[in-house]
């Protein structure tokens, strides 16, 4: 259980285009849901939380207009990377939590994002 | 700030070798930490944790011991096998802000036959 979608897995755009990330939920309801950007061998850095039918959460530098996040179902968030340019190119994972003990995030296996 | 630091990889073992990786880090307050594996083509899975100081995680034959005095969460097994290889990382959460996992960058483990 507890398995957590991304698609597409690999995306090429050109420069100046709109690339929009999907992150599913399968076989739970997601309470709260997570957005990082990990470069290479760096570590994977939190971008925004967003809650079910609310605004998502910021971290601090990331540009809300620049990166879109929209959380219309509990199985269901989307990053939409806005007038994409090559210094955008990364991998982008979600993750989600449900009710379980701790918080515990459940983990997608991520989208490469290449901007030429 | 708060932070976790891993040894850089690839850390490459034969088959029933013994692994280390190490992980120490930097938190106010009382941390959880963790350890988290990531299979090729596949998310990150939580691979074991512990919540308070002298706890020790355990899973699939890997441990880790939280260690207050060296700061220190180092993961250990005492015989890989060539399905343990994958990518871990070790990250934290602060006790007053149970969201945001803090990650380390990383350890790419490949075992060998």
């Known amino acids: 259980g507890a398995v957590v979608s991304q698609h597409p897995s690999w995306v090429i755009c050109k420069s100046g285009t709109s690339v929009k990330i999907e992150c599913r939920s399968l076989?739970?309801?997601?309470?709260?849901m997570f957005w990082y950007r990990q470069f290479p061998k760096q570590s994977l850095m939190l971008m925004a939380t967003?809650?079910?039918?609310?605004?998502?959460?910021?971290e601090q530098g990331v540009e809300k207009d620049k990166f879109l996040i929209n959380h219309a179902s509990l199985t269901l968030s989307t990053l939409t990377v806005t007038s994409a340019h090559p210094e955008d190119s990364s991998f982008y994972i979600c993750?989600?939590?449900?009710?379980?003990?701790?918080?515990?995030?459940?983990f997608g296996p991520g989208t490469r994002l290449t901007v030429l | 700030g708060n932070s976790v630091t891993q040894m850089e990889g690839p850390v490459t073992l034969s088959e029933e070798a013994f692994l280390t990786i190490n992980c120490t880090y930097t938190?106010?307050?009382?941390?959880?930490l963790f350890w988290y594996v990531q299979y090729p083509g596949e998310g990150l899975q939580l691979l074991l944790k512990?919540?308070?100081?002298?706890d020790k995680g355990s899973n699939k034959g890997f441990e880790a011991t939280y260690r207050k005095e060296t700061t220190s969460f180092h993961l250990e097994k005492g015989s890989v096998q060539v399905s343990d290889s994958a990518v871990y990382f070790c990250a934290l959460i602060l006790s007053y802000n149970t969201d945001k996992l803090i990650f380390g960058t990383g350890t790419r483990l490949q075992v060998f036959p």
């Open positions: 967003s809650n079910e039918g609310s605004k998502a959460t910021y």
């Open positions: 076989d739970f309801q997601a309470t709260t």
């Open positions: 993750s989600a939590t449900g009710t379980s003990e701790f918080n515990e995030q459940f």
């Open positions: 512990a919540t308070k100081a002298d």
């Open positions: 938190a106010t307050g009382y941390p959880s």
